[in-house]
Every structure is written in structure tokens, then in C-alpha cells.
């Protein structure tokens, strides 16, 4: 596995016109990076938050969060890529924020956000590999552009910004599941969220109901029949791998709601 770094990152973002930074709509403000802003800022880049898995949440929050970002005075747009949707919205925010034509875009965040799957969904059937671009000669580079419209390319290559934030995020964030030493504990803690901000997904993800999170891992493990073969213990440690993947994927289901974020962030008087 490529190791995220910060110039691979920094080196994507000189390329591009207009830098996507992709948010996950169940937790937009853990999933950005002020980091990246300002270098997007600092390097005289326009760009768009782009707060993704849309189809996760109900509507009204996420057209909250993007109040509030809007009122932040950043550019924002909401889609659910893996089903295509806010693609054509993406497309015409990007040329209204952009001051040149041709547009070259980034797409940039935090691993699992949908990165890939905006790439994916931008080049649709467009698909045009294409490089150098016309009209800039000496463009050289080995980033592969993608024609993903009239006077509009993608960098191909995703910039994943390195993972910081809190230890859950960087934790589940930070390596491919399967490679976690420890997924136990990141797991607890997303179980521990999921309860509290949805008391039924826990429930709904896998008909256990029960309160304690050590407890329901064990009962995910034993309904799959994983235990370990010297005694016979419920084999907790995948069935902790599988609520981590379980809520990349969006099958447990629960949502930072913005009224926290509001109220946290106002005086107390
Ligand atoms: N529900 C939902 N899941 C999504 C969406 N976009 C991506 N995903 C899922 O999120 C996971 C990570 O997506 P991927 O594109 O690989 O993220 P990347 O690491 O940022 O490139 C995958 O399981 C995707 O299927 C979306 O709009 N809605
Ligand atoms: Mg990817």
C-alpha cells in the first residue's frame, strides 16, 4: 500500500484549477481537513467541499450541513456517488468556481470518503483518457487527465490526504481493515456512537439487541460461527473488522446530527 503524504497530495493540488474536498455527509466535520484548505488556499486554488454519501442521511441534515459550511463562506455541494447522483450539480458548481478554461479538477480526502467513486461517476460515459491537455503545451506530467466534459479533465489519481483528526478516524481511516492489529477497540467506540445517535442500528445491521458493545460483538461473531478453534471464544476481533466495514458501507447506519455541532460550537452564556 502507498503511503499518503502530504507532498504527493501538495503535488496534485498545483495541477488542478479547482480541488474537491470530499466529506462523509454522516460526520462532514471529522471527515475534512483544515490542513488541506489552507494549502488549497495558500497555492490560490478554488475549492469545493464536496459531502458525499448523501443517500446516508435524511435530506434536511444535509442540507443543514451545507448551511452551515455555506455560511462558513466555502463553495458545497451534496451527492450520493455511488448511485450517481449530483453529478450534473458537481459539474456546473466546478466551472462557476472556476476562473479559467480549460478546468483541471482534483479529487482529494480522507480514505473511504468515496473518492474513487466520484472519479468513477464524474468520468461516466465521457471516459476519455486524454493528456496533455489542449491549449497548454509543456503540460507535463504523469498524472493521466480524464475529459469529463466540454473544456473539463480530472486528475485520475485521487489525493488522499493523510489521516490526522481524532484516534477513531485516523484508526479506521488509516489502514485497509483487514491489516488493524487492534479493531476491537475502534469498533467499541463506533458501536458506542451508533447507539447513541441511533439506539436502533445496531439492531437493524444485525437483529442483536443489546446494549453493551463487547457483548455485541461476541453475538455478531457467535451468529457467524467464528470462534477460535483452542476454546472455543467467540472470535471477536472479526467481528469487529466487520462493523468497521459495515459502517464504511453504510449498513450501520448513524449520523453526527448538525444541531451537535451548532450548539457545541455556540458561547454557553
Ligand atoms: N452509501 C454510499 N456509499 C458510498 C458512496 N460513495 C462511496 N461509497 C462507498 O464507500 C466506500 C469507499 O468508497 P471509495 O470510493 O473506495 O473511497 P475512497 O477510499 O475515498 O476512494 C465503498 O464501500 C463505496 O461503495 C455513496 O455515495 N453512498
Ligand atoms: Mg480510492
Do not use: C
Request: charged share 30%.
Amino acid at each position: 500500500m502507498i503511503l499518503a503524504s502530504w507532498r504527493v497530495l501538495a503535488w496534485i493540488v498545483r495541477r488542478a484549477d479547482v480541488v474537491l474536498e470530499v466529506v462523509d455527509a454522516r460526520d462532514p466535520m471529522s471527515t475534512r481537513s483544515r490542513r488541506l484548505e489552507r494549502m488549497v488556499n495558500s497555492l490560490d486554488k478554488k475549492l469545493i467541499i464536496v459531502i458525499n454519501k448523501s443517500d446516508l442521511v435524511p435530506r434536511s441534515v444535509v442540507e443543514k450541513w451545507k448551511r452551515i459550511l455555506t455560511d462558513q463562506g466555502y463553495n458545497v455541494v451534496y451527492m450520493a456517488a455511488r448511485d450517481h447522483k449530483g453529478t450534473r450539480v458537481l459539474r456546473k458548481t466546478i466551472r462557476m468556481v472556476a476562473e479559467t478554461s480549460p478546468v483541471i479538477v482534483a479529487v482529494t480526502g480522507f480514505p473511504k470518503t468515496g473518492k474513487s467513486t466520484i472519479i468513477n461517476a464524474l468520468k461516466g460515459r465521457h471516459s476519455a483518457s486524454t493528456s496533455p491537455i489542449p491549449g497548454s503545451p509543456g503540460y507535463t506530467t504523469h498524472a493521466q487527465l480524464y475529459r469529463i466534459g466540454e473544456n473539463l479533465y480530472m486528475i485520475d489519481t485521487p489525493g488522499v490526504i493523510p489521516v490526522e483528526g481524532g484516534w477513531l478516524e485516523s484508526v479506521i481511516r488509516g489502514k485497509p481493515t483487514e491489516q488493524l492489529k487492534d479493531p476491537v477497540r475502534p469498533a467499541v467506540e463506533l458501536l458506542k456512537r451508533a447507539l447513541k445517535y441511533n439506539p436502533s442500528s445496531v439492531k437493524d445491521a444485525y437483529g442483536i439487541d443489546e446494549k453493551d458493545p463487547y457483548k455485541i460483538l461476541e453475538l455478531i461473531a457467535l451468529k457467524r460461527g467464528w470462534r477460535y478453534k483452542s476454546d472455543g471464544e467467540p472470535l471477536i476481533e472479526e467481528a469487529a473488522r466487520v462493523v468497521i466495514r459495515d459502517y464504511h458501507e453504510g449498513k450501520l447506519l448513524f449520523y453526527v446530527p448538525p444541531e451537535e455541532y451548532i450548539t457545541t460550537r455556540r458561547k454557553p452564556r
